[in-house]
């Protein structure tokens, strides 16, 4: 599932499933709306949901590598014309893309592609998060999400940050007991400054330590070993 929409007036504007204000990266957006205007990138577009949190000022970059999903985004959900922020749509394969960008000063990146079980595995790597890092503000914050049936990739994250110096924390949003439409959710936060994961609006995500693998070796574009994170 890609995304869904409450396509009545009041609720079209409220992002849902993966990305409601409760999940890791609702909280992520929260810590950095406290600031000033943001500048968010989003790989994988899917229905466009992020969009919802766009502030007038804010700028949201998504980075799709289907132009069929593009097109289902905008003709069959809101979100993107909706949006307050500025929304741009960057076709291509993600990292290809900001490997040739120049830095972006982002506040948040939002790395969505892991939901399926056939994962981009480029996109997970210590090479990876090194060209994540490079677009990103000094205390802005990476957010993976990692919810999937199927592969067990917290521990892959949280190596990653390790590799790199930063620190990392889990934000898994269950949801209450009987609301049987709520998502659950994981998402690994990952910053190079700790007190971007200490906000308060974090906080209040319970965040957990990461569980890692001691003996599992760091994924590079080189090494990766799918069998290995199998639930």
Known sequence: MHGEQDMTEEGR????????????????VAARQATAAMRVGVIGL????????????DVYRFYEINPQVI????????YLSDSEAGIE???????????REAPQGFD?????????????VHLITKEALGVYLRHMKPDGIVAFHVS?????????????AKEHG???????????DGDDDHTTTDWVLV?????????????????????????????TDDYSNLVQILR
């Open 191 to 219: 910053s190079r400054e700790r007190k971007s994961l200490e906000a308060p609006q974090i906080e209040e995500a319970s965040p957990e330590a990461p569980e890692e693998q001691a003996g599992w070796r760091t994924w």
């Open 46 to 57: 899917g229905t466009g949901t992020l969009a919802a949190y766009g502030r007038k000022g």
């Open 71 to 78: 097109a289902i985004a905008r003709s069959e959900f809101s």
């Open 13 to 28: 504007r409220k992002p849902t499933t993966y990305y409601q204000p409760a999940s890791g990266v609702g909280a992520a």
């Open 148 to 160: 999937n049936r199927f592969l067990s990739l917290v521990p892959v994250v949280a190596r990653l």
């Open 166 to 176: 930063a620190h990392a924390v889990l934000v898994s949003d269950k949801g209450k």
């Open 89 to 99: 749509v960057a076709l291509g394969d993600a990292r290809l893309k900001l490997e």
């Open 108 to 120: 948040l990146l939002a790395i969505d592609a892991f939901s399926s079980d056939a994962i981009p």
